[in-house]
């Protein structure tokens, strides 16, 4: 499964600037964060599998829903009703779709992210002031895995999705603004097939 709207390279991970020296920030700090997420946005820079390089917005509505609008590309995913959608121009018979919980993206937008569980973390470091935690579902480790990106104070910079055929696609975040409410047609892929028409 090729899961075009999740992910730059791993050397861009340690190439990034972060604030002063930090230690490791606590699991359950950073599930508590995840958690108190809920209606954000940010602008963002994705490198793909094939090392192309994306630009655009994304819109998470906590706990389940995701929109990546892509810049100059009428490419679109969304993430709502435990389905992704990915609206890709370039191909015909509509989107591809993929259940929500069979994603790595699934573990940001989960309603309870709980890092402490038994077999999620696969890998927990501190690099370049920044920490890099893993994680998988536990149940299902074949799905693939994130990695994510946290600065100190917590915040969420980027992640990388590595999809369950071993390819890695990497998304860098901007700034997350925390928005009041984005309506809820903006997440749904009925309506977007329906408008793709």
């Known amino acids: 499964m090729n899961i075009r709207s999740l992910a730059l390279a791993p050397a861009l991970v340690l190439a990034l600037a972060f604030p002063a020296l930090a230690e490791r920030i606590p ?34 509505q906590r706990p389940g829903r995701a929109r990546f609008e892509y810049n100059n590309d009428n490419t679109l995913m969304l993430a709502s009703g435990g389905n992704v959608a990915i609206f890709d121009p370039k191909s015909s018979g509509g989107p591809q779709q993929y259940p929500l919980a069979k994603t790595p993206l699934s573990i940001i937008l ?14 927990y470091t501190e690099a370049k002031n920044a920490t890099v935690v893993t994680a998988q579902d536990p149940e299902h480790p074949e799905y693939g895995n994130i990695q994510m990106v946290f ?7 980027q992640w990388v999705v590595t999809d369950d055929a071993g390819k ?23 309506n977007e097939i329906e408008r793709r028409r």
């Open 27 to 60: 699991l359950n700090e950073i599930s508590r964060y995840l958690n108190s997420l809920r209606t954000v946005t940010s602008e963002f820079t994705q490198v793909n599998p094939d090392g192309t390089i994306s630009t655009g917005t994304v819109y998470l």
């Open 151 to 157: 600065s100190s104070p917590t915040q969420l910079r």
């Open 168 to 190: 890695k696609t990497t998304v860098i975040l901007g700034e997350l603004n925390a928005v009041g409410s984005i309506p809820a047609s903006r997440f749904n892929i009925g």
């Open 110 to 123: 989960d309603a309870n992210v709980n890092l402490g569980r038994a077999n999620m973390v696969t890998g």
